[in-house]
């Protein structure tokens, strides 16, 4: 097989990469290591920055996000009972939009069925070869055949554990990592939520954070030990825990029921530098990865999608490799901004298990002095919807 561009990873990042280049007429080939039904069935955040929004319009998979996405002008922010808002529409002039990652990857798989373009799922033994030079080629397996395809270049869209970060010698990446010593405890329950915007909580049992996917469907997290298993969690325990830590007349109101989704994940920020090396591009997790607290993985994806795609475009359309040969530095100076938002916001909200007694005083400041300065609540608000590509 050959095409222009081999795509690594049948997620959200690798489908609208696929999808945007198909409509400026650039041929692609997406690999997928699992099934549809099992990228369908994985649990994401939904909140989309107004930079994704725009690109999925682009990419025509835009009407049912905004036929069924909730538009938030602002988020709540909580410490103990105390409680005030962030209005991003009128710092920004901007919202927010809540839509389910997998309904947005759900639009894009439905786009790209449409329009024919080729998806290989349940593909095994993924290798990268030739990158760094001018006839890159990935070879794979599919029930067992081997196969190839050479293409013009590669983008590694498969997450942080696929194949094309490791495609990269050492010798060549440098990596940056830090480790939070909790995790989130996550819960998906068929119930209203408790309110129509999100809530972000600071209290002195640990950080929690009330979310939706819509008007009936609740995303509820609690930040927990990194010993917990989900097994150490029933769902009468979690929601008492939620209701100690958000304030109390949220809590009073909080409808509960039972858990149809209940997971743990650990917190971490990542970035590996660069992006490309030769014919190869990373995007999404594979390079980076956000703590979700200032819900900016998806979103950092789609700028890698924008900043490539626009690459892209130059060398097909007008012949010119300025946009790919930037597209690394271009990437990290925005993801190097998200990664700073995150580690900030989760500084702010999550309790630390060497927090000192000064550190505690320094949080509670900085929590009044966000919800007494409206330039504070600015820089938020600009972080949260987005930074312009």
């Known amino acids: 097989m050959k095409t222009q561009v081999v795509i690594i990873g049948g997620g959200p990042s690798g489908l609208l990469l696929s999808q945007l280049l198909d409509r400026r007429g650039i041929e ?4 997928e290591r699992k099934t549809k039904e099992y990228v369908l069935g994985r649990i994401r955040a939904g909140v989309l920055e107004r930079g994704l929004v725009g690109l999925m319009e682009e990419a025509g998979c835009a009407d049912r996000l905004h036929a069924e996405g909730i538009v938030h002008d602002g988020t709540l922010v909580s410490h103990g009972d105390d409680m005030f808002r962030i209005d991003f529409t009128e710092l920004t002039g901007t919202p927010v939009i809540v839509y389910g990652q997998t309904e947005l990857t759900r639009d894009l798989y439905d786009a790209r069925k449409e329009a024919g373009g080729s998806i290989e799922f349940e593909v095994d033994d993924v290798t990268i070869l030739g990158a760094d030079g001018d006839a890159p080629h990935v070879t794979y397996t599919v029930g067992g055949e081997a196969r190839r395809i050479d293409c013009d270049f590669i983008a590694g869209c498969d997450g942080f554990h696929g194949v094309s970060r490791q495609a990269i010698p050492l010798s060549v990446r440098t990596e940056y990592e830090k480790v939070y010593p909790f995790g989130w405890l996550g819960i998906l329950s068929e119930t209203p939520p408790v309110h129509d915007e999100l809530i972000y909580a600071n209290s002195e049992r640990g950080f929690a954070l009330c979310s939706m996917r819509n008007s009936k469907l609740s995303r509820y997290y609690i930040q927990c030990s990194l010993s917990d298993s989900v097994n150490d969690w029933t769902d009468e325990a979690f929601w008492q825990e939620l209701k100690r830590r958000i304030p109390g007349p949220m809590a009073d109101k909080l409808v509960t029921g039972p858990s149809i989704e ?3 994940a650990p917190l971490r920020s990542f ?4 992006m490309r090396w030769g ?3 990373l995007c999404g997790d ?6 979700p607290t200032g819900a900016k993985g998806l979103n950092t994806a789609a700028s890698d999608v924008h900043y490539l795609y626009e690459g892209l475009c130059e060398f097909y359309k007008a012949g010119s490799s300025t946009g790919i040969d930037a597209y690394s530095q271009r990437a990290l100076n925005r993801i190097w901004k998200a ?3 995150s580690w900030w916001f989760s500084s702010l909200m999550h309790r630390y298990p060497e927090q000192s007694s000064f550190d505690l ?8 002095f966000l919800r007494s300065n409206k330039a504070a609540q600015t820089a938020m608000a600009q972080n949260y919807v987005g930074l312009p590509y």
Do not use: G, N, W
Not at 271 to 274: I, K, M, Q, R, S
Not at 286 to 291: G, L
């Open 286 to 291: 594979a390079a980076h990865i956000v703590p």
């Open 262 to 264: 209940k997971s743990i």
């Open 339 to 341: 990664e700073r938002f």
């Open 361 to 368: 005083k320094m949080q509670i400041s900085e929590l009044d």
């Open 28 to 31: 692609s080939v997406v690999l």
């Open 279 to 281: 014919r190869l591009f």
């Open 271 to 274: 970035v590996t530098e660069p």
